[in-house]
C-alpha cells in the first residue's frame, strides 16, 4: 500500500503518484508535492498513503507506553487536513466513506469527518459499487448498506467488498468461494484457497497442493493440475 520509492532527487525521495499528487518522504518524515514538484504539504506525516477519492490517508506516531502508536487521519489534495490523526486505524475512501477504528471499534466517516455509521463493529472494510460494505461482529462476517442495515447476515469467517459484477469472495470455515448480493452462493464454498476475479473473469484457486482457474459460474476454466499459479493482470 505504501509503494516503494521510486527514485531520490537532492532534496526528497520520490514515490508514487495518485491524482495528480507525488507521494515524497525526507528524514523520515513523508508530505506530498504536484507534478510540478510545488509543495502541497511540508514534511508533517510519518506516513502518507496514496489519494483515493481526493483524500489520503495521513499518519502521525505518538508515544504511548514507549512505544510508537499511529493515528490516522486525512487530508484533501490541497494538503488540507480535513480529518485531523486521531483513528486507531483507517481505510481508503470508497462510494464517498471511509471505514475507520476508535477505541469503540470500526465505524465510517464521510470526506467531512463527520461519523455516518457509528464505530461498532469489529472489523470494517471498503463499501463496493453496490452500496454494500462488509462488517465483522463476534467473529462472524456479513454485509450491512450504508444506512447499517444488515443486508447479508453475520455468517462468514472471512469477507471481502463485491466486485463490480457484485460478487463477493468469502471464506466459510476452511473453505472459500463467492456469494452475490443476495448472499447466495454463484461460486460454491469448495476450495481451500481462491483469489480475486482478474479481469478476464477467472480467479485462481488451490485444492490440496493442486492450482487450476475458476470462472464466475463456478466452472473450471482449468482443471487443478498445477503446482503453482497466479492471477491473471
Given at each position: ?183 447466495q452462493y454463484q461460486v460454491s ?45
Amino acid at each position: 500500500r505504501n509503494g516503494k520509492e521510486q527514485f531520490r532527487t537532492a532534496e526528497y525521495s520520490i514515490y508514487q503518484v495518485s491524482e495528480g499528487r507525488v507521494r515524497v518522504s525526507n528524514r523520515g518524515k513523508m508530505g506530498f508535492r504536484d507534478l510540478q514538484g510545488n509543495e502541497i504539504t511540508p514534511f508533517l506525516y510519518d506516513t502518507v498513503w496514496i489519494f483515493s477519492e481526493g483524500m489520503a490517508e495521513v499518519a502521525i506516531y505518538e508515544e504511548t507506553g514507549g512505544k510508537p502508536v499511529p493515528r490516522y487521519g486525512f487530508i484533501d489534495r490541497d494538503g488540507n487536513e480535513v480529518v485531523s490523526p486521531k483513528y486507531k486505524e483507517s481505510r481508503d475512501f470508497h462510494d464517498g466513506v471511509a471505514a475507520v477504528q476508535t477505541a469503540d471499534g470500526w465505524g465510517y466517516i464521510d470526506k467531512t469527518g463527520e461519523t455516518v455509521l457509528e464505530p461498532r463493529y469489529d472489523g470494517a472494510l471498503a463499501f463496493g459499487d453496490n452500496g454494500l460494505a462488509p462488517v465483522a461482529q463476534e467473529g462472524k462476517w456479513g454485509y450491512i448498506d450504508k444506512e447499517g442495515t444488515v443486508v447479508v447476515p453475520f455468517q462468514f469467517d472471512t469477507a471481502y467488498p463485491f466486485d463490480h459484477e457484485g460478487l463477493a469472495l468469502v471464506q466459510s470455515g476452511e473453505k472459500w468461494g463467492y456469494i452475490d448480493e443476495a448472499g447466495q452462493y454463484q461460486v460454491s464454498p469448495q476450495f481451500d484457497d481462491l483469489s480475486l476475479f482478474a479481469g478476464n473473469g477467472l480467479a485462481v484457486f488451490r485444492l490440496g497442493a493442486l492450482y487450476g482457474y475458476v470462472d464466475r459460474d463456478g466452472r473450471y476454466a482449468v482443471t487443478p493440475v498445477y503446482q503453482m499459479a497466479s492471477s491473471f493482470g
